[in-house]
């Protein structure tokens, strides 16, 4: 527990980590809007908002704080090797092994609180739109719910997978750009052209577990399991990469 509570202070003062915040809340404001400013074009080809499935994926926005909360987790572990911090850090804490399990715990929480943020972004910006402009909200109360777990959840897994990917990695530019370059053409490809392969892949697990639609993606449930053995495959192999490697 002191292992854990002193990585969360790290995440909590850490000027990187606030930037992450600030960087992930824009996003969301600007994603969200620019969708519901989008829907008032005429004759642009646009689903209309009252569309049950375009709630559906404006609703759905808070998942982006997968990609930060992956970079809060690749970020914390890089970081430390990067600047040097590792060596104290592993010096007080002998034990590898603890070491890493406290920043995967820590950074899954901090995950989560992402997720949390952009739901709550997310759902307050489209609820108040949609009482002004007087549109029938399609999506009920349960469904609201379950696109708010899922996006709150995957955040909190997709931090286990970069502290993960950190661990195994190990430097920062490589790690980042890699995450990113994966999730973007690698993924996106295989599940176009492989759907029954890559729809097991990360991040189209995710986006399952998120409520995206999709005839080639999982059920949330399935999703949600894809998505936590990736998180415990890569965490337990960063614990035992970081175990047997030497520091430099």
Known sequence: MRQIRSE?????????????????????????????????????????????????????????????????????????FRHGTIRPTLLFTPVRERVMAAKGIACALAGLVLGLLAVGLTFGITLVWLAIDDVERWLDSGELAEIAAGTAVGALLWASIGVGVGAVVRNQVAAVVGTILWSMIPE???????????????????????????????SPLAGLLVLAVWAAVLTAAGIAVTARRDVP
């Open 188 to 218: 996106p490809l295989l599940l176009a052209l492989v759907p029954d392969v890559g729809r097991f892949m990360p991040v189209a697990a995710s986006d399952a577990l998120s409520g995206a639609a999709g005839p080639e993606l999982l």
């Open 8 to 80: 969360l202070l790290k995440l909590r003062t850490t000027r990187t980590t606030l930037g992450l915040v600030l960087g992930l809340l824009a996003l969301v404001a600007f994603i969200v809007v620019i969708q519901l400013v989008a829907e008032r074009i005429e004759d642009a080809g646009i689903p209309r908002l009252d569309d049950p499935e375009t709630q559906r994926a404006i609703f759905a926005t808070g998942s982006v704080a997968s990609l930060f909360a992956v970079l809060v987790g690749v970020l914390a572990v890089t970081g430390e």
